[in-house]
């Protein structure tokens, strides 16, 4: 797979320290931007007054995975914070809820992605698929960063993938969870053109020549 995009997650950044380590990053393609609340995960992270001091700190594309119950609340604050896009996890609402988190977005003029914790079926995106920038498959369960990733979710991006090239080619696919240089290019032939990576890109000695060896591990 060619022109993969590197999302590095600023959830593993040195918090103190954010506006560097936003900078750090300046050669990725996306800021990955995890938000928890406690209830969807067993986490809390930060929310919508971080991401707009990251908003302020950066030009790059701010792509924002919403771990919340019930996402639909916050679509028009995060928005307007300042993402470019929003992911809402399909587990984390019903149909009806889901589908109007992504009428929000597109009100918002906001890129529009769901995602899929390990349990759920790559078929669970097909009712949403055609309206969708994005789709995100976790290959961690969500809620903290440097975990393994799960080698059993590699048919599941397969899955999404072929959906994808069948109904939907330009929709995007990213995975997010236990990315690094040997599992990078596992995921990229497997159809993902979209990497996060947290502990693999902050906790590398030289950030901007890690960032380039993911890339290069995708070739
Ligand atoms: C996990 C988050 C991930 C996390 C990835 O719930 O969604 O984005 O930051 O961290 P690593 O790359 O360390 O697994
Ligand atoms: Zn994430």
Redesign the pocket.
Known sequence: MTNIKIAP????ADFTRLGEGVDLIRTADYV?F?V?DGAF?P?ISFGIPVLQSVRKATDLFLDV?L?IEKPVRYIDAFAKAGADLLSVHLEADGPAGIREALRAMEANGVKRAV?LRPITAARAILPYLEDLDLVLV????????????RMDQLDTIREVRSLIERYHPACELEV?????LETAALAAEAGANVL????????AADIPAQIEALRAACR
């Open positions: 997650s600023i959830l593993s990955h995890d928890m995960v986490n995975h771990m995602a976790m290959t961690v369960e969500p809620g903290f960063g440097g975990q393994s990733f997010d969870g236990g990315v690094n996060v990576a947290g502990s693999a890109v902050y906790g």
